[in-house]
């Protein structure tokens, strides 16, 4: 979306945890009242992650709030799609915990998406959501989904199937997001496999942030888009590393979302 970089797109997917700056396992116990009440550097923070991310075309975004109590009622969507400079931003609130907590989703984008979508994800749980993004008209779209998936198997499968029947009649797509779930859970669902074939993003260990061992973080590409190298990037202020990469868009899909950047 970028002059110069018409066929590539700046890709990067983080979980914020609402900006609480987690170093350790005991952080879980001595933070944890910041889930719910505000925090004087938590401002900070943002305006500092508004800097890494304002390097990227499209950024999803997991555990941000949409202005409450804990937020110094900062929608922390708006917030740094300001300070970044991104023309586009989207919010889906989740869980709503009403002047305590906003738990959302959220989407950034250089490019206002020609149409989006809310999923409310299936699960015993209710509050997990998926955002889906189309760029373009026509079979040759991009589409991009922002997912925050469950912590139990049998609510991540109810997910990840119902994501399967959105993704399968779509050409060129992307899933990303803190899906909690490793590569071979993933591997292991074959239905969502055919549906997006888990091409070719290599894993990166993502979570805890402090000492990654585990990848739980997930950018996925249909086989139509190729892959740059993926990064994980420095720890910010959360308990997940952010994922980034370049993508390149085929003839088609480019010249869709081209014909949108200039309306």
């Given at each position: 979306m970028h002059k110069g970089r018409a066929d590539?797109?700046?890709?990067?997917?983080?979980?914020?945890q609402v900006g609480i700056h987690t170093s350790a396992y005991h952080h879980y116990i001595t933070r944890s009242w910041q889930h719910l009440l505000p925090h004087s550097k938590r401002l900070g923070r943002l305006d500092m992650l508004s800097e890494v991310l304002g390097r990227f075309d499209i950024v999803g975004l997991q555990e941000v709030d949409g202005g409450s109590f804990r937020s110094g009622n900062v929608?922390?969507?708006?917030?740094?799609a300001h300070r970044a400079g991104f023309a586009f931003h989207y919010q889906q609130l989740n869980r709503n915990l009403g002047r305590v907590a906003q738990h959302s989703n959220g989407l950034l984008s250089r490019v206002a998406p020609s149409h989006i979508e809310e999923h409310r994800l299936p699960?015993?749980?209710?509050g997990r959501g998926a955002i889906h993004a189309r760029f373009g008209e026509g079979p040759d779209a991009l589409h991009v989904f922002v997912a925050h998936l469950a912590l139990s198997h049998r609510g991540r499968t109810r997910q990840l199937d119902y994501l399967s029947e959105l993704i399968t009649p779509l050409?060129?797509?992307?899933?990303?997001?803190?899906?909690?779930?490793?590569?071979?859970?993933?591997?292991a669902h074959s239905r969502f496999c055919t549906s997006l074939p888990l091409h070719p993003v290599r894993p990166l260990l993502s979570y805890p942030s402090w000492q990654p061992s585990r990848a739980l973080d997930h950018i996925l590409l249909s086989s139509s888009l190729e892959a740059g190298e993926i990064m994980a990037l420095d720890p910010l202020a959360s308990d997940h590393l952010p994922l980034a990469v370049d993508i390149h868009l085929p003839e088609s899909c480019r010249q869709a979302i081209s014909l949108l950047s200039d309306q």
């Open positions: 590539t797109l700046r890709l990067l997917t983080y979980n914020l929608n922390q969507v708006e917030y740094l699960g015993t749980l209710p050409k060129h797509v992307v899933v990303m997001g803190d899906l909690n779930c490793t590569p071979d859970q993933l591997h």
